[in-house]
């Protein structure tokens, strides 16, 4: 058996925000240039993200939410047949062409589909390479590059669909994933675990948090081995009484000491070291179950060797 899955899909590359936006298409391709490169990529079994079904969607998210980014989807294919503009801005940062809502179907299926894929024990764990991405989408609100929260739609689904009663997030993006916190805040059945640059974008995540919140601000400049020792300290406990039946990670990488978005310095070790951490705790409690999906990153060469690094580890490669 190829233990770990890699899900993808065409559509997360034709979502884009315009020229020169960080958040772009090449993001893909400089992950999978990496994973074919290293040979990484021939260890995983590679399959296609299906589109999410708005019933799933709206385990995490509000009806009304959902219908509005449709609506917005539907009002841009008239704009562009209409000879207007191929964009909608949501925010300063963030807005829609005619892809980006099948892109965000294909995100969220991802995660869905690798979490029936572990459930199977048809694999271990997975790595979702798509885009948009997550952590920022709260229960009622697109932003920061972000439309619906994968992520915690999936933790959802794996609660509600599969009957589990105990998952664990984990969220190691620069940026507080605030969105995540926003819909999984209170629920019990949630360990979440973070740790994010403060005060940073989006400005969140250091007043006193839910009880199942374990989310740890630092500021500016801290370097990879303090980042192990806080991981180690503050997650891997928490963790590791909590015994998760599942860990899904929003699995950022712009707290790479080469990304501009960010200034924490971490290197594809740390990440490695985390990831060897988590799949540890995985294999103690959860039969090895991760679903890992792609969030922040935009130092396209950081971004695919961290992702290598990642990944590498999820397979027992390393
Ligand atoms: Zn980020």
Known sequence: MTKTGYFTHADCRRHDMGRGHPECPGRLDAIEDRLLASGVGDALDRREAPLAGTADIELAHDRMHVAALRGLADELRDQVEAGGSELIAIDPDTAMNGHSWNAMLRAAGAALAATDAVMAGELENAFCAVRPPGHHATRTRAMGFCFFNSVAVA??????????????????????????????????????????????????????????????????????????????QAWLPRLEEFKPEMIFISAGFDAHRDDDLGQLGMVEADYAWITR?????????????????????YNLDALGRSVEAHVRVLADLA
Not at 179 to 185: A, F, Q, R, S, V
Request: include cysteine.
């Open 277 to 297: 951490q988590l799949r540890d705790v995985a294999k103690r409690h959860a039969k090895g179950r991760i679903v890992s999906c792609l969030e922040g990153g």
């Open 155 to 232: 933790a959802r689904y794996a609660l509600e669909r599969h009957g589990l009663k105990r998952v664990a997030v984990v969220d190691f993006d620069v940026h507080h994933g605030n969105g995540t916190e926003d819909i999984l805040g209170g629920d019990e059945r949630v360990l979440m675990v973070g740790i994010f640059q403060h005060p940073f974008y989006p400005y969140s995540g250091d007043a006193p948090q839910a009880a199942n919140m374990i989310n740890v601000p630092v500021p500016a400049y801290t370097r990879g081995p303090a980042i192990r020792d806080i991981v180690a």
